[in-house]
């Protein structure tokens, strides 16, 4: 379980996430969804321990990211692609971050397959495609058979098939008992495999629901998004 409590961050006197709180349960996929520049990072940042909240909190089962004894077998998370070394090859990196976490090897062809990169393990980093780096990222994120799983963006850069295979993915996680939390800046991307969502803009949370519940009463899906986040279409 994520629990986001009250968090408020301010850059110098800008205030950029007032007040967010929401809870992201075991066995949903929740989708964190707001436009560019609404403080869905900043959120995730946070949670992930990456950068302090000036007030509030954002735990995993009660506690900070900071204070979990073994973190990669807590959470999973992928932010700003994969992290990876463009001279390094993907097993490599994996096997590096394996390496640092006390997670063992054979995790490596396991999570390899699991994002369908097999074939591609031994190719350099910067060969990769966008959305090639983006199963990568998320080979990480797998590789302690976390309980919770946090990724931002991860539909970016990603062809119709891998939208498709990564929504697969996401519901499997779930529905084996898993936490998903993913951020996305398109409605239309989450909303076939979210069960949950949580609208940001501006820095504050707008509404929380289902999607039914929270499409309810507009035209479509995108029209619900709008409204909600005060855009224009
Ligand atoms: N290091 C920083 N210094 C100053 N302002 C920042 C910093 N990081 C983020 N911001 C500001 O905080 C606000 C929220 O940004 P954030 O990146 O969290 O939004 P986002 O919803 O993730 O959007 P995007 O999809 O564009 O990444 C924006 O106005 C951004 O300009």
Do not use: C
């Given at each position: 379980?994520?629990?986001?409590?009250?968090?408020?961050?301010?850059?110098?006197?800008?205030?950029?996430?007032?007040?967010v709180?929401?809870?992201?349960?075991?066995?949903?996929?929740?989708?964190?969804?707001?436009?560019?520049?609404?403080?869905?990072?900043?959120?995730?940042?946070?949670?992930?321990?990456?950068?302090?909240?000036?007030?509030?909190?954002?735990?995993?089962?009660?506690?900070?990211?900071?204070?979990?004894?073994?973190?990669?077998r807590?959470?999973?998370?992928?932010?700003?692609?994969?992290?990876?070394?463009?001279?390094?090859?993907?097993?490599?990196?994996?096997?590096?971050?394996?390496?640092s976490?006390?997670?063992?090897q054979?995790?490596?062809?396991?999570?390899?397959d699991?994002?369908?990169?097999?074939?591609?393990?031994?190719?350099?980093?910067?060969?990769?495609?966008?959305?090639?780096?983006?199963?990568?990222?998320i080979?990480?994120?797998?590789?302690?058979?976390?309980?919770?799983l946090?990724?931002?963006?991860?539909?970016?850069?990603?062809?119709?098939e891998?939208?498709?295979?990564?929504?697969?993915?996401?519901?499997?996680?779930?529905?084996?008992?898993?936490?998903?939390?993913?951020?996305?800046?398109?409605?239309t991307e989450?909303?076939?495999?979210?069960d949950d969502?949580?609208?940001?803009a501006?820095?504050?949370?707008?509404?929380?629901?289902?999607?039914?519940?929270?499409?309810?009463?507009?035209?479509?899906?995108?029209?619900?998004?709008?409204?909600?986040?005060?855009?224009?279409?």
């Amino acid at each position: 379980m994520i629990t986001i409590d009250q968090v408020v961050k301010r850059r110098r006197s800008r205030t950029i996430l007032d007040h967010v709180g929401f809870e992201a349960r075991p066995g949903r996929v929740t989708a964190f969804l707001g436009p560019n520049g609404a403080g869905k990072s900043s959120t995730l940042r946070i949670l992930l321990g990456l950068d302090h909240a000036d007030s509030g909190t954002a735990l995993f089962d009660g506690r900070p990211y900071r204070s979990l004894s073994d973190p990669l077998r807590t959470v999973g998370s992928m932010l700003e692609g994969s992290g990876a070394h463009r001279s390094r090859t993907a097993r490599n990196h994996l096997a590096w971050v394996a390496r640092s976490n006390g997670i063992p090897q054979r995790r490596i062809d396991e999570v390899l397959d699991e994002v369908g990169l097999t074939k591609d393990g031994k190719v350099r980093v910067a060969k990769y495609s966008l959305g090639m780096g983006q199963r990568l990222g998320i080979a990480a994120a797998l590789l302690g058979e976390p309980e919770a799983l946090v990724l931002d963006e991860p539909v970016n850069g990603l062809d119709p098939e891998g939208i498709r295979w990564i929504r697969g993915l996401l519901r499997g996680l779930a529905d084996a008992g898993g936490t998903v939390l993913l951020s996305s800046h398109l409605m239309t991307e989450v909303a076939d495999v979210a069960d949950d969502l949580v609208v940001i803009a501006g820095g504050r949370i707008v509404t929380t629901g289902t999607v039914t519940d929270v499409t309810a009463g507009y035209g479509d899906l995108e029209e619900a998004f709008f409204a909600l986040t005060g855009g224009t279409r």
